[in-house]
């Protein structure tokens, strides 16, 4: 089976998904939640609190730009891998939000430790995922089903075959990892 | 069940499985006459004849006994027979008798000379990876096969391709044992050469050509499969998982998995002249056609 590298890097992934938006909510029937979420490991000589604080600095640059349809907030949840989530009305806004928050964090020498940024939608009253992971640069699907630990698998493997043409998508089963217990 | 959904036909498909048959055809004409013109050639063409009626005659017998699968009755399997009753009236062929072999490897199978004798098997490693929507979907793809007459269809296209086999063997164990006119004159000896090159050839056309043909026989049972269930992707599901590409679906979250080196990008391998004699299509390829197929079911509902 071939497997054809397509990757992009942070900004022109995020940039293609704001780009996808008519094919995935007028084509697909595939609306954003509004919200996206940027996954951060913590550093290994750090703890939760620290992880926050060094990332809640990073975004007050990120914040300090007014005026912006979005807003990015670090999530409170007590969680050993801290999320920054985002917020905005339309597509194009949130992947910019999700653009600018990794450029922030990035600035601020936590890029490496991007796991991921997450953007929820809802299809026919399911909620589905599309996982950038910034390590191998590509997006990748993701369907919890009801049973635990579950995955819808043949809806993902039809959502990367509707949407590759426009987004940067691994057709290599094996990278798509789930991500449990999301906050969004 | 319902009516099976109307998929039309793929005519690209049919067309080319017509033009395989058309070479395959001119490459058995010529074999035939051929055997016709070499002395005591027309012995092996019965040998070789009665090998491939009593192997059609009994392949639901040998097949299942190789594969170590055990005829199950409704009481010892009954999910397994109301799917296939399902599937074949849907069909409309008659039930066929169902195994299960006790193998670790996820696979099914068809065999049997005719609808009348025919059996679906697979093997409890199958049962033991698949959800009921993925094992009806690979059901359906083996009832589709019995349906459209493939085992039939495949030993019709290789009868002579076992001829070609069968007289390969006596060339060479003639070769071996001092035989093809060596101790003759140069004359026969170059003939029987000739013979021998003519087979091989002969032989690895029909293989390519029977490969082809089985490939899309395989498309065609999923096709088939997909107007049967009316869920393509159930079949795509299961195939992954069959050819372990789901064992790949990582079940560790990404978080865990960032400790490991799990981020390679696989590299694109190709394997276009053994693709050639493969017998079924690459998985890949598969599954985007049933994800086609997918989409036409969801456009006509």
New interface residues.
């Given amino acids: 089976m071939f497997f054809l590298k397509r990757s992009a890097d942070w900004g022109k992934a995020q940039a293609a998904m704001g780009k996808s938006k008519e094919i995935l909510e007028e084509r697909l029937d595939t609306f954003t939640t509004s919200s996206s979420g940027i996954l951060v490991s913590p550093s290994s000589d750090q703890n939760g609190e620290q992880a926050k604080e060094e990332i809640e600095r990073a975004l007050l640059m990120v914040n300090f730009m007014g005026g912006r349809p979005w807003e990015v907030k670090l999530d409170s949840a007590d969680n050993p891998h801290p999320w920054v989530i985002t917020q905005a009305n339309d597509l194009e806004a949130l992947s910019d939000a999700t653009r600018i928050a990794g450029e922030g964090l990035a600035n601020a020498g936590v890029g490496s430790r991007v796991l991921a940024a997450v953007y929820p939608f809802v299809w026919k009253g399911i909620k589905i995922y599309w996982i950038y992971q910034p390590r191998i640069k590509v997006f990748t699907p993701f369907v919890p089903d009801n049973s635990e630990e579950g995955r819808d698998h043949p809806l993902e493997l039809r959502m990367e075959k509707a949407i590759r043409s426009c987004l940067p998508t691994s057709r290599d089963v094996k990278q798509w990892f789930p991500v449990w217990g999301l906050p969004l | 069940m319902n009516r099976p959904r109307d998929l039309g036909r793929d005519t690209q498909l049919v067309t080319r499985m017509v033009i395989t048959v058309i070479l395959l055809g001119i490459v058995y004409g010529f074999f035939l006459w051929f055997l016709l013109s070499v002395a005591g050639a027309a012995f092996m063409l019965v040998f070789a004849i009665m090998l491939v009626l009593f192997q059609f005659m009994m392949s639901d017998r040998l097949v299942l006994t190789s594969m170590r699968a055990k005829v199950v009755s409704p009481d010892e399997a009954p999910e397994l027979h109301q799917t296939v009753e399902r599937l074949c009236a849907a069909a409309g062929i008659p039930k066929p008798k169902i195994a299960i072999s006790e193998m670790q490897v996820p696979n099914a199978f068809a065999t049997g000379r005719s609808q009348k004798h025919a059996a679906v098997a697979v093997t409890t490693g199958l049962l033991s990876i698949l959800n009921k929507d993925q094992l009806e979907g690979v059901l359906a793809h083996e009832i589709s096969h019995i349906a459209t007459r493939d085992v039939q269809v495949m030993t019709y296209a290789s009868f002579l391709s076992v001829v070609a086999s069968t007289l390969m063997s006596l060339f060479f164990w003639s070769s071996m044992f001092g035989g093809m006119g060596r101790s003759r004159e140069n004359g026969a000896h170059s003939y029987m050469m000739i013979a021998y090159l003519v087979t091989i050839m002969v032989w690895v056309l029909s293989q390519v050509l029977i490969a082809a043909l089985s490939r899309y026989r395989e498309y065609s049972a999923d096709r088939g499969a997909s107007q049967l269930t009316g869920r393509p ?2 079949l ?2 299961a195939l ?1 998982k069959i050819s372990g ?2 064992t ?8 865990r ?2 400790t490991l080196n ?9 394997d276009g002249f053994a693709r050639l004699f493969s017998t079924h299509p ?3 390829r598969r ?2 056609k049933l ?1 086609i197929l ?1 989409n036409e079911l969801r456009g006509s509902r």
């Avoid at chain 2, 799990?262 to 190709?270: N, R």
Wanted: aromatic share 6%; proline share 9%.
């Fill in positions: 992707m159930d795509a599901a992954h590409s789901l790949g679906l990582p079940k560790q979250d990404l978080r998995a960032e799990a981020f390679f990008i696989m590299p694109a391998v190709g690459p998985m890949g599954i985007e994800q997918d």
